[in-house]
């Protein structure tokens, strides 16, 4: 089990930045794909970003959802995955959480394996 420890969050104006952690409960975090998703009371789940492991053929590879490319930045440190996400708009408030799947590739599903608790982002305008 791995268990993933989320910090970050807050509240801003819009134009602002915010940058969420994301640490994990084990020493070979670099094995582990990471997606961040992000949801809105009474809709979907969204795909925010993700970057696969590491080793392998994956290579750490990032993607990112349409909305936030060029805004946001998927990026990891030894055990702690961070979420950079700079030009925020109010569209951009939710909840966000980060994820884990071990030995995978990006994905953009909700099927990773282990869950953060979840923080909250508010953008005003």
């Known amino acids: 089990q791995v268990q993933l420890v989320q910090s970050g969050g807050g509240s801003v104006q819009s134009g602002g930045s915010l940058k969420l952690s994301c640490a994990a409960s084990?020493?070979?975090?670099?094995?582990?794909?990471v997606g961040w998703f992000r949801h809105v009371p009474g809709k979907e789940r969204e795909w925010v970003a993700c970057i696969s492991n590491k080793d392998g053929t994956y290579d750490g590879h990032t993607k990112y959802v349409d909305s936030v490319k060029g805004r946001f930045t998927i990026s990891r440190v030894g055990n702690t995955a961070y979420l950079q996400m700079d030009n925020l708009k109010p569209d951009d408030t939710a909840i966000y959480y980060c994820?884990?799947?071990?030995?995978?590739?990006?994905?953009?599903?909700?099927?990773?394996?282990?869950w953060g608790q979840g923080t909250q982002v508010t953008v005003s305008s």
């Open positions: 084990t020493t070979v975090f670099d094995r582990y794909a």
């Open positions: 994820s884990a799947q071990y030995w995978a590739p990006c994905m953009t599903r909700a099927t990773y394996d282990y």
